[in-house]
């Protein structure tokens, strides 16, 4: 899988050169020695790493700690057992929509019945709950017999979800590349990783992407008539879109707003 393994040093494919797992430069191939190169003048730039089960979060400039920002998502998952789910499949996926489009969209299920008849039919949205919690907003809801999913859905401030299957869950990243591109990088982990249940995981990796692209389009779509100039905020659901609530009110404050 791309991005799995070990590799011994870091080499940039620009210009080759190359440095060890500790940022240090260890060779700057081809440059020439006026001026001479000392390597400690030029390390990678350090990145802000933290890990928590197993998953590792990476911050240019963290404004707080990963676990003050995970808030009460420790507690939550608390029973799941994420350390035996193993990585077995990626995709990326790219939409012309803000990321804040797509965040809005993914902490409500308000829009189920409409985006998404299939996955409407596939599990009991009468009972469809959605609670916004320190640090993560939850969806949850009784699937019927042969869903894919579980039946819990979480997203994280400011830019990450975790769904769960059965024996297994999937994470994105919800990657803005700019104003009007998103790109989400999918990872899904399973316990079962053999070749006899190869069959089921691929029916929740291409289940879960059938879903999500339904989400791309009326995102597109809401891009574009936002971009027109003609929207103004309407009343959000109390039932249903306390995420968003939560969500805009996450991004009114760390804008100062
Ligand atoms: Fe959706």
Redesign the pocket.
Known sequence: MNGAGECGLIVCPYHKWSFADTGRLVQAPWFGRDPAIIPEDWPLEPVHLAEWRGLLFAAVDPQTSLIEQLGDLPAELADEPLETYLPTDQATVSFDANWKVYTD?FVEGY??PG??PSFYAAIDFESFETTAHSGFVRMTAPPKEGLFYRGKWLWMWPNWTLSLFDGGMNVSRIDPVSVDRTDQHYTFFFADTSEAAATARARSVNGTLA?VR??YEVCVSTHRNYQAGGYSPGPLSGRHEKGVQYFQSRVSSALGL
């Open positions: 969209n829009h189920i985006t998404h879903v339904e989400d």
